[in-house]
């Protein structure tokens, strides 16, 4: 008796701790970029045609390992062996899939990263379909580098169906392991690029993010790039623009365009989320309209009962509800349970609740959600159009997502550096390859691809800075403006 | 003052249904002086159980299609949840008994770690039968209520689900206590708590006893479940253990083994999120609960109305 009291006060301790920790996360983030467990994500079903169900690639090698268990849960291990369509994935297990050919001396591989089990996979399977396509293609062009094919070496971070720092960290040490592996796309979410890019770094392997937005993981004046690059070298690159212009951009919309005066604000506790809200507050404020409590409020992880917390907005009468956040922390769930108690406001996002399960999430109720997304969308533009197309073709079970267009060209710049360095591949050296690589990556100044003109500035992050704006119409994410920042 | 009027009252929304998963804590915690950690779970399931029966009998779940979901009027949609209701409960019942056979009776003399760390991966095995069932991500409970509120005042309402939710919570509750003090099994239930050995030498079947009583705990976790689901709109195999530490905290709160604790301490559970997110911060509201149960378990372990069950030395 007196040794269970003991422990239920020790585990007791323990989680007020943790909580303790996560809550004043959220209460000090308000000026400062702060560490703190994070996010930063998305991926929109825009208003793309259904695949097209047609030519899948016969020639292709495929194989499919599916290998279950997560840290939280221990599930029963099992591994399938055959062969089988990438787009079929398991949903509750950790899918690693490998796409590729065999060239005459072997293979070079692309790691991929993503979120693709659970609430995240309608944000992370179209982003890899993206990836796929890009390295299917480029194989059917012929050897990159003479004597070698291209390999997508695709992990799923997801543990227990939502984004995991953990899960990343040791997908990248695989990466890492794996003396083939030059490159990776990936990840989707801030958090998880906090935890695997020191790793990257200090194994001077490049990754290029097609969908991670905050701003302070690249930014050397928010103090932390120590920590994220400590070789000094740049090794982490986004196609993506950053949540100092996403926030910001969205309060220019919200008070302009729509005209709101109030809003209340709240937040997942994350790094993205809590970044990107703070970034919103402040430009909202700026511009003269009021925040409600002068803060971004903190929602706790885990939250599914969201009436006292509703009761609280309405009584602050705000004009419209602003969330950091992604849609895997509750926010479609918040929007549903928005009827009962506030069945006409406005809730705006960022791009963690642009995608498909905010959409399931909140049902009807959806409808009348606005939301912005750190890409462009590749519907509007005339360079997109062939992929888009050959996306359609292929014959995915999943749609074009907002982040499709974004890892395409991430996979095209890794796949571009490689065959740039093919004058110097080495058979043995894995360190050199990985330099030439992301030297050449780095070097990346005007790649005509299908989101635009492409570069990396001096930190890794884009000049091609383009946000876009989304409404919920008639259950689904239907995009209604666009803005471009700076660089081409 | 409205402001208040409304938390609380949604605060006790809220803590009707940790009310309902802590009697199945506390009452199996009375009898056997064991933490059921695998109960969340059990609620979990039963939640996914009741929303297979509502599918069963012809309730739309799809997510997309969620208005509208029973035709004919309030008294079909009234039979399919009482009917929904029970058949969760028994089935879910069932899983309560079947865990109890095979983690918890073969420990019976077991020192009394075996059966917690049991507990435990009890818990773990019904967390991945329920994401091996339902997938990862969260499932869209169907909308079954008229949506809308009842007015009260202008600032304080109250919605249809919400009075369900209270309404079956007490009735239960209602029931559970009549069932305990009033009937014979009670009595053995009671007996049983009160000292094992001496029960078996009256002729109790205290095996059947014990048996009795995570069937009643799981009934109930099985209504909760439902209730849940109808008032939510969500369900995800991850929040059976959330939910499960809060009604653990109820539970703790009232005084564990103590069926009156359990329902006081689950209201007051639900008061006190509801306050603290309005009148400190929503980003404060775990600790705030979770310090309760540092506190009671410091100051007061055994409770706010204290152990009905005499500690075995």
Redesign the interface.
């Known amino acids: ?1 007196k ?3 003991r422990l ?2 020790l585990t ?2 323990l ?2 701790t943790s ?2 920790l ?2 004043c996360g ?2 000090t983030a308000t000026n400062t970029p702060v560490p703190a467990p994070t996010t930063a994500a998305v991926a929109s079903p825009t208003a793309a045609a259904a695949p097209a169900a047609t030519a899948t690639t016969a020639a292709m090698v495929m194989t499919t390992t599916i290998s279950t268990g997560s840290a939280a ?3 029963a291990g099992m591994a399938v062996t055959g062969t089988s369509t990438i787009s079929a994935t398991a ?2 297990s950790a899918p690693t899939v490998v796409v590729g050919e065999k060239g005459s001396k072997g293979v070079i591989k692309i790691a991929v990263d993503l979120p693709t ?3 995240d ?1 309608s944000d992370g399977i179209p982003t890899r379909n993206g990836v796929q396509l890009a390295i299917e293609q480029a194989n059917a062009a012929g050897e990159v580098v003479p004597g070698y094919k291209l390999e997508m070496y695709a992990l799923d971070d ?1 543990v ?3 984004h995991d720092p953990q899960q990343g960290a040791s997908n990248a040490d695989q990466f890492i392991a794996d003396d083939t592996v030059v490159g990776m796309v990936g990840p989707f979410n801030s958090s998880v690029a906090k935890a695997e890019m020191p790793k990257l770094n200090q194994a001077n392997l490049a990754n290029i993010s097609p969908a991670n937005t905050n701003e302070t993981l690249t930014k050397p004046e928010y103090g932390q790039t120590k920590t994220y690059r400590p070789t000094g070298n740049i090794t982490y690159f986004r196609v993506c623009t950053t949540d100092d212009i996403q926030g910001p951009e969205g309060a220019d919309y919200a008070f302009d365009k729509l005209k709101f005066k109030t809003v209340y604000v709240l937040d997942d ?1 994350e790094t993205y989320g809590q970044g990107i809200s703070n970034n919103f507050a402040k430009e909202f404020a700026k511009k003269g309209g009021t925040v409600v409590d002068g803060n971004s ?4 992880k ?4 969201f ?3 509703l ?2 907005i309405a ?1 602050a009468k705000p004009d419209f509800v602003y969330y950091g956040g992604t849609t ?1 922390n509750g926010i ?2 918040f929007r ?2 928005m ?3 506030l ?1 006409s406001m406005v809730l705006f996002g960022g791009d963690g609740i642009v995608e498909k ?1 905010f ?3 909140g ?2 109720n959806a409808n009348g959600a606005y939301g912005t997304v750190a890409a462009v969308d590749a519907t509007k533009l005339p360079e997109a159009k062939a992929f888009i197309d050959a996306y359609n073709a292929h014959g995915f079970k999943e749609a074009l997502g907002a982040y499709s267009a974004n890892s395409y060209e991430a996979a095209n710049i890794i796949i571009a550096s490689i065959k740039a360095s093919a004058s110097k591949w080495s058979d043995s050296d894995a360190a050199a390859n990985r330099e030439a690589v992301r030297a050449a990556i780095a070097a990346t100044k005007d790649y005509h691809g299908v989101i635009g003109v492409t570069g990396f500035d001096t930190n890794g992050d884009t000049t091609n800075k383009i946000i876009s704006i989304y409404e919920v119409v008639s ?1 689904a994410w239907t995009v209604v403006d666009q803005a471009r920042f700076g660089g081409q | 003052m409205e402001l208040f009027v409304q938390q609380l009252l949604d605060g006790i929304v809220k803590g009707s249904i940790y009310a309902l998963i802590a009697l199945g804590y506390t009452m199996v915690y009375g009898i056997v002086e064991l933490i059921n950690f695998a109960h969340g779970d059990i609620f979990m399931l039963g939640s996914f159980i009741a929303l297979a029966v509502l599918g069963w009998f012809g309730v739309a779940i799809n997510p997309q299609n969620q208005a509208g979901l029973v035709q004919g009027g309030f008294f079909p949609t009234l039979i399919i949840i009482v009917l929904t209701l029970l058949i969760a409960m028994l089935l879910t019942g069932i899983i309560g008994v079947l865990v109890e056979r095979i983690a918890y009776r073969p420990l019976r003399n077991a020192p009394r770690l075996a059966p917690l760390i049991s507990a435990i991966g009890m818990s773990f095995i019904l967390q991945n039968i329920g994401q091996i069932w339902h997938g990862p991500a969260a499932v869209s409970y169907p909308e079954v209520f008229p949506t809308g509120t009842i007015h009260v005042t202008s600032g304080i309402s109250v919605a249809w689900k919400d009075i369900f939710v209270v309404v079956v919570c007490v009735m239960l509750m209602v029931i559970l206590q009549t069932f305990v003090q009033r009937t014979k099994l009670g009595k053995a239930m009671r007996a049983t708590a009160q000292d094992y050995d001496t029960s078996k030498l009256m002729g109790i079947n205290v095996n059947m006893t014990i048996t009795l009583t995570f069937f009643i705990g799981a009934l109930l976790a099985g209504a909760a479940g439902l209730i849940y689901g109808l008032s939510i709109h969500s369900m995800q195999f991850t929040i059976g253990a959330q939910a499960g530490l809060k009604a653990f905290t109820a539970a703790v709160l009232g005084g564990i083994g103590n069926i009156p604790g359990a329902m006081l301490g689950g209201f007051l559970i639900g008061i006190v999120e509801a306050m603290s997110d309005q009148y400190i911060s929503s980003a404060w509201t775990p600790v705030v609960v979770f310090g309760i149960l540092i506190l009671i378990l410091t100051l007061r372990p055994s409770g706010l109305l204290g152990q009905q069950v005499p500690e075995r030395a």
């Open positions: 008796m040794v269970i009291k239920g006060t007791a301790a989680l007020l909580m303790i996560s809550a959220g209460t849960t221990p599930t949903i509750p089990s659970g609430a996979a997801a227990n169906g939502v506790q409020h903190g929602v706790p885990g939250t599914t009962d009436k006292s917390i009761d609280t009584a895997s479609g769930l549903k349970q009827k009962d108690k069945p399960q959409l399931d999430d049902g009807d259950n």
